[in-house]
């Protein structure tokens, strides 16, 4: 009787165990939420930001192009 007892009481102190630990990695898990929420912002916000600077990229690189080839033209028909 007493085995079953002790038995029990070694039950109990595992369910407890294990119930304070499946609480301690759901808190882990919530944090880890919302630190990916928090990146997928940035990473919108800086996919919007790089895409800006691609576009000044090729505006200025096309303004270059156009430059030379207009410098060359002219400087051929002369």
Do not use: C, P
Not at 46 to 58: G, P, R, Y
């Amino acid at each position: 009787m007493s085995e079953a007892i002790i038995a029990l009481a070694r039950a109990e102190e595992k369910i407890i165990t294990l119930t304070s630990f499946s609480k301690q990695q759901s808190e882990q898990i919530q944090s880890v939420i919302n630190r990916i929420d928090r990146v997928e912002t940035l990473v919108n916000s800086n996919a919007s930001t790089v895409n800006v600077i691609n576009k000044i990229f090729w505006v200025i690189l096309v303004g270059l192009i156009s430059a030379i080839t207009w410098e060359y033209i002219v400087h051929i028909g002369t």
